[in-house]
């Protein structure tokens, strides 16, 4: 294997796949790229089994094609430290290759390439849909901090894409909070799902870069893969069925809190610093034209409250919040007016975007409520 490119351009195709490469695997092999020269490009593969990613770059002056697994932490760290330039690579022996640069070069040890586990990608009966990059990136962002980590119900730790004919729901939830994100962005010619695990969901949305216009989304019972530009994402999915989501939602909360979402947000932030640290209790108390947000640490001293003015129409209410699960929810909504409706004090409260905003906004949350004393 004999080629030249820049080394800049090397260690940004590597950044792109490193999220794959483990910190410890049972297959050493795994903690090396695997390098894969050929037609004038040098493909570069990362994976960790659950999760892989690849990329290409071009190269110049090819002589001599082939594919070698090369040690991943030390050429990441050899790159970091060489400023723009050109760079040769080539193998030395069946166990060696050098890296050589204007003013000096590098000899590092190379596996077989035959060493690197096949990656199972999807199947011939892969379903594909195409979805606007930011729309998915504002998706995973919007829906993602809501997984569980759930050892016995494994569907609940993952986004669930719920695709349908006229639109395209990503929902995630702990049982405490349940979100939902929908376009109408994305269609298909019949309804299908698939349930993303949020470590991928994550890496998906970090190497996703804002000159990415649209992924192309392939999945099957197991596996999806997602592919935008130069790179493909090859994941296992979540095998399990997902709760019916649609069947909590409230539809009947007559209790309507309008207000901006930043003050809220700021208001629940301060209360909550005298909230008890093991619980972040905080309660509502609700009457016409008025909110009251409250806190208090028995066990401390600690109490405050702070009141608000809103648009409010329904029955005098409070009500107990996780003050951690309110915040993320306002923190991850990006309108400025919400409104929230309640039913009563036992029952789930709707997090909407205001009316005006309503057609932009494309997130929902639904919180449960704690029994206040």
């Given at each position: ?141 919007g829906?993602?901090y ?28 702990d ?55 130069d ?22 909360n ?28 905080i ?30 129409a ?46 932009s ?13």
């Amino acid at each position: 294997m004999r080629f030249n490119l820049s080394s800049t351009d090397l260690l940004k195709s590597l950044m792109d796949v490193s999220k794959a490469i483990p910190s410890k695997s049972a297959l050493p092999i795994l903690e090396n790229f695997l390098f894969v020269l050929k037609d004038g490009r040098l493909e570069v593969t990362a994976s960790d089994s659950e999760l892989t990613l690849r990329t290409s770059v071009p190269v110049d002056a090819t002589e001599e094609e082939g594919s070698i697994a090369v040690p991943a932490r030390h050429m990441i760290d050899l790159l970091k430290e060489l400023p723009d330039q050109p760079l040769k690579i080539r193998t030395l022996s069946d166990s060696s290759f050098e890296c050589s640069w204007a003013s000096g070069n590098s000899v590092l040890p190379y596996f077989p390439a035959d060493d690197y586990p096949e990656i199972k990608t999807t199947g011939d009966d892969a379903i594909k849909v195409e979805f606007p990059a930011q729309s998915l990136v504002d998706g995973i962002q919007g829906t993602v901090y809501a997984t569980a980590d759930d050892e016995i119900r494994p569907a609940m730790n993952g986004i669930f894409f719920d695709i349908d004919v006229a639109s395209t729901t990503l929902v995630a939830s702990d049982s405490h909070k349940l979100i939902c994100y929908t376009t109408a962005d994305v269609k298909a010619a019949e309804k299908a799902s698939f349930i993303l695990h949020k470590k991928p969901a994550g890496v998906l949305r970090s190497i996703i870069g804002k000159d990415v216009e649209t992924v192309s989304i392939a999945f099957d019972s197991t596996t999806a893969q997602f592919t935008f530009g130069d790179t493909t994402m090859v994941c296992r999915l979540v095998v399990g069925k997902y709760p019916k989501y649609r069947d909590v939602i409230p539809q009947n909360n007559s209790n309507v809190l309008k207000i901006d979402r930043v003050l809220l947000l700021n208001t629940v932030r301060r209360v909550a610093v005298c909230a008890n640290k093991a619980s972040n209790h905080i309660k509502f108390t609700l009457k016409e034209g008025q909110l009251e947000v409250s806190a208090q640490d028995l066990g401390f001293a600690l109490a405050t409250y702070e009141k608000i003015s809103c648009d409010y129409a329904g029955d005098e209410l409070t009500i107990g919040f996780k003050s951690t699960f309110l915040t993320e929810i306002l923190g991850n909504m990006g309108c400025n007016g919400i409104v929230i409706k309640f039913a009563d004090a036992r029952r789930a409260a709707l997090i909407l975007p205001s009316e005006e905003e309503a057609e932009s906004e494309k997130i929902c949350g639904i919180l449960m409520p704690i029994m206040i004393s």
